[in-house]
């Protein structure tokens, strides 16, 4: 009954290292999604995936890269971590993308400083 | 600048109490959602309002969707600890295809 799984959980960096925050969802679900969320600013989209081997830009894609090479698996990639990346970041999927009545089914976060 | 604005922003109540969250914008929307966010976790739909001006209930939750759909409130009955969290609505513009998240309202319920 996993759901949505992120990880790792935690995460401090360094500025400009890189790494990649995983996501993995048991639904089989064809559209998933990341986000980050700051205080006071709700939820913000930095990428989505409308289906396997699709991904588009969000809101605030700048300093992030996606990939979808799984339907089960979406990744999110920090290129050269910046301070302002400081945030939690949520992965979602939904049966399909666009349809506002789709549930968004969200994972626990991923807490990621970067120093 | 958000589309969808939600106030308040924060909310400390005693338990019983009753509360009344809002969220608005200037847009259409086909749909409204309502979630729920506890800490540590990631948020959890509580509800969805298609049609202008319908009405859902969910225990002591209340839900309105604006009969303009560009509106929706969500009121709380007889507040409890449990019901403390952080409030998010979120919806697809009309004419757009990517769900977007309001700034989110604060509940803090104390005994």
């Known amino acids: 009954n996993a759901g949505v799984t992120q990880t790792p959980k935690f995460q401090v960096l360094k500025t400009g290292q890189s790494m990649t925050l995983q996501c993995a969802q048991d639904m089989n679900h064809n559209s998933m999604y990341w986000y980050r969320q700051d205080p006071g600013m709700g939820l913000r989209l930095i990428y989505y995936?409308?289906?396997?081997?699709?991904?588009d830009k969000g809101e605030v894609p700048d300093g992030y890269n996606v990939s979808r090479l799984k339907k089960q698996n979406f990744l999110l990639g920090l290129e050269s971590a910046a301070p302002s990346q400081t945030s939690v970041y949520f992965c979602?999927?939904?049966?399909?993308?666009?349809?506002?009545?789709?549930?968004?089914?969200f994972g626990d976060g991923t807490r990621l400083s970067i120093l | 600048t958000q589309l969808l604005e939600q106030s308040p922003q924060f909310l400390s109540i005693q338990e019983g109490e009753n509360l009344t969250v809002y969220c608005n914008s200037s847009s259409v929307f086909s749909s409204l959602q309502w979630y729920r966010q506890e800490p540590g976790e990631g948020p959890v739909l509580l509800v969805t309002?298609?049609?202008?001006?319908e009405v859902k209930k969910l225990k002591r939750l209340t839900f309105q969707f604006g009969d303009a759909r560009k509106d929706s409130s969500l009121h709380i009955t007889a507040a409890q600890p449990g019901d403390t969290g952080l409030y998010l609505c979120a919806g697809v513009p009309g004419g757009g295809n990517k769900l977007t998240f309001g700034t989110g309202t604060q509940l803090k319920v104390e005994l």
């Open positions: 309002v298609v049609t202008g001006g």
């Open positions: 995936s409308a289906s396997e081997g699709t991904t």
């Open positions: 979602a999927s939904s049966y399909s993308q666009g349809a506002g009545h789709q549930p968004q089914h």
